[in-house]
């Protein structure tokens, strides 16, 4: 097991610059399975989830470099249609090589998918959308086994219950290589799911409204076979737990190589918060005040709304922000594991009987504590308690943090932090 030892009440101040998203990575990974030719990908995190999708990609047979930032994958000489147990159900999206590799092979069995538990976490819609196109699917224990008929996906119009993320991506890769037009209605606008069109644009698929609540894709059913370079948009929500950083020990920070409008759902509170906020075309800084001002009521929504990715470092900050502040999950319904945790270092949380608003009354300084982080978000939500708490920390289960944050523990030291990985 893996822990962090942080000892609290340092400034954090200084320069980073942001890596590529997760969430824009995994997903273009899985569409990488698209391409006969040879993919480069620049910007990639080196993250435990990129890691295990890696594995995916090499277990049905695509070759895959891994040097530095830049992966270079190159193509199946035969591709299987069986995707590696272990590494599926592991994480969430390892439910993207469905589309995936329906479209390119016809078939696919795939263990059903992993990832953070954050409450139920449905994949209706992504199986829904798919039989719409044509999929025959059926799951026999936790297993799905998936198959096309001999034309292949059709085009056909979605529409999806929730703008889910997941299975917007999904229903992108799929059509991508169905014959015909797909339309996808209230589909997930979010920066990640603009960045796979992009990617998928850049293959020679034909898609229009990536980003609205409307995405077509022109199919032919064709094969793609172009070798193609994309970059991966920083990661807003790593951006935004470092700005949250300085924001909690009244602190300074410049971050490059990020895209400031896709901060806005949250740097809006920051500002309401009492921090100065400056932005460039690729560059936020946040200067923080003495202490930091209550945020009102903060509701967890779809993109352009407050992400659900950045409720629990919010938490973490409003717990010593003055007054009151409340947070509503409206995404996912299990996602408080970090209440119970920021509690034992002296946060003043509760949450209501649905579960879903915390009410937090600021106190003035937290304290260390032994604390577990029980996903990727609450283990950040608690490093960065513990980076403005007296007294030391130890975050437990420090492998959640690995699945998202590439190196947490060398970027907050960069930035002023007492902060050293144990192995124990
Ligand atoms: N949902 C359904 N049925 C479905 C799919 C989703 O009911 O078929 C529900 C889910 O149960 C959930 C809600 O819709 O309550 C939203 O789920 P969504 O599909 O949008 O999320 P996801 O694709 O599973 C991605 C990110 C998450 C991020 C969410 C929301 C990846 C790999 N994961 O998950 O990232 O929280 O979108 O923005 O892209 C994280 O990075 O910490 C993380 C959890």
């Known amino acids: 097991m893996r822990q962090y030892r942080i000892c609290g009440g340092k400034r954090i101040s200084g320069e980073l610059a942001i890596g590529g998203a997760k969430n824009a990575v995994l997903p273009i990974l899985a569409a990488a399975c698209l391409n006969k030719s040879e993919t480069t990908i620049h910007n990639c995190p080196r993250i435990s989830d990129a890691f295990d999708t890696i594995k995916i990609l090499e277990g049905i047979g695509f070759g895959v470099e891994f ?251 409003l717990s010593i922000a003055e007054k009151r502040s409340e947070i509503t999950e409206t995404i996912f319904e299990g996602r408080s594991s970090h209440v119970q945790e920021l509690r034992k270092m002296g946060a003043n949380i509760h949450l209501t009987a649905d579960k879903q608003t915390f009410v937090i009354d600021g106190v003035r300084r937290l304290h260390g504590a032994t604390v577990a982080a029980h996903d990727l978000r609450c283990g950040a939500a608690l490093i960065l308690a513990a980076l403005a708490a007296d007294g030391e920390t130890i975050v437990q289960n420090a492998e959640f943090v690995e699945r998202g944050y590439e190196s947490i523990e060398n970027d907050l030291t960069a930035l002023g932090a007492d902060i050293r990985p144990e192995t124990i």
């Open 67 to 317: 040097l530095g930032n830049t992966l270079k994958i190159h193509p199946a000489k035969e591709l299987s249609h069986e995707v590696p147990d272990e590494c599926a159900t592991k994480m969430r999206s390892s439910i993207l090589f469905m589309g995936a590799l329906l479209g390119q092979t016809g078939k696919v069995n795939l263990a059903l998918p992993g990832g953070c538990n954050l409450g139920e976490r449905a994949i209706d819609l992504h199986i829904k959308g798919l039989e719409a196109m044509g999929a025959k699917i059926h799951q026999e224990g936790n297993k799905l086994f998936c198959e096309t008929e001999k034309q292949g996906l059709c085009g056909t119009k979605i529409k999806l219950d929730t703008a889910s993320v997941g299975a917007t991506e999904n229903l992108l890769i799929a059509a991508t290589k169905a014959k015909g037009e797909t339309v996808i209605e209230n589909a997930a606008r979010e920066p990640e799911v603009v960045d796979l069109a992009q990617f998928l644009k850049k293959m020679g698929a034909k898609i229009r409204g990536a980003g609205t609540g409307t995405i077509a894709i022109s199919g032919t059913g064709g094969e793609f076979n172009k070798e193609i370079t994309h970059e991966i948009i920083p990661d807003r929500i790593v951006a935004g737990t470092y700005l949250v950083a300085a924001a909690m020990t009244g602190g300074y920070v410049r971050l490059t190589n990020v895209r400031p409008f896709d901060l806005a759902p949250f740097t809006m509170y920051l500002s309401e918060m009492g921090c100065t906020l400056r932005a460039s075309h690729d560059t936020v800084i946040l200067h923080a005040p003495q202490r930091l001002r209550p945020a009102g009521r903060i509701v967890t929504k779809v993109h352009p709304g407050f992400p659900t990715d950045m409720q629990a470092q919010f938490a973490a900050a």
